[in-house]
């Protein structure tokens, strides 16, 4: 069975740093490309990101682009996203998924940006 | 980019049948698209893939009344004998150019 679960969700201040991470399992890892969505409270989706599979190549939303970085480390079947310089419009649930389109989605971790 | 449009809010009675609409954007009427359910306070969940030709693959464990179509730029999901359960916010989703974009979301009321 797949399962994502993300973790590292926080308050967090203007200007400040984040890390978060999905934790995969129930399939080959590094055989899939895995992506980064967010939900802003009472909105709908938005794609953040998403990595290749080998992780050599990443793709990312022009909302979120030069301050957000994805990267992966199949060892440990896990994919990350350092957030930087976050702002108000950056609080959301984010949502780790599988494939694309995505066939699995994680149980989301909610980022709160508020002084 | 491709733009994905839905209609904001669709209502159907319990035991009846619904049709949800989401509109490829000029350009773009061979895309395949994914439907997702997302109901209140909970992660989405990913439905099927609908191809242009009207084919459709569902994810695992999603009922036989959910099922896809498509005619030109539209692509269609189609909920049979409506549940209570499935009153939720249903999104579809496309990819280009290693792009996704999303829908704005279809909210579902089971009457």
């Known amino acids: 069975e797949v399962q994502l679960l993300e973790s590292g969700g926080d308050l967090v201040q203007p200007g400040g740093s984040l890390r978060l991470s999905c934790a995969a399992s129930?399939?080959?890892?590094?055989?899939?490309?895995m992506s980064w969505v967010r939900q802003a409270p009472g909105k709908g989706l938005e794609w953040v990101s998403h990595i290749s599979g080998s992780g050599s190549y990443t793709y990312y939303a022009d909302s979120i682009k030069a301050r957000f970085t994805i990267s992966r480390d199949n060892s440990k079947n896990t994919l990350y996203l350092q957030m930087n310089s976050l702002r108000d419009e950056d609080t959301a649930v984010y949502y780790c998924a599988k494939d694309r389109p995505a066939t699995h989605w994680g149980q989301g971790t909610l980022v709160t940006v508020s002084s | 980019q491709p733009v994905l449009t839905q209609s904001s809010s669709a209502s159907a009675s319990l035991g009846s049948s619904v049709k949800l609409t989401c509109t490829l954007s000029?350009?773009?009427?061979?895309?395949?698209i994914a439907w997702h359910q997302q109901e209140s306070g909970k992660a989405p969940r990913y439905l099927m893939k609908v191809e242009g030709s009207g084919s459709y693959n569902k994810g695992s464990g999603v009922p036989d009344r959910f099922s896809g179509s498509s005619s030109g730029a539209d692509r269609y999901l189609t909920i049979s004998n409506l549940q209570s359960e499935d009153e939720a916010d249903y999104y579809c989703e496309t990819w280009d150019s290693n792009i996704a974009v999303f829908g704005g979301g279809t909210q579902l009321t089971v009457l």
């Open positions: 000029s350009g773009r009427v061979s895309y395949i």
């Open positions: 129930g399939f080959t890892f590094s055989s899939y490309a």
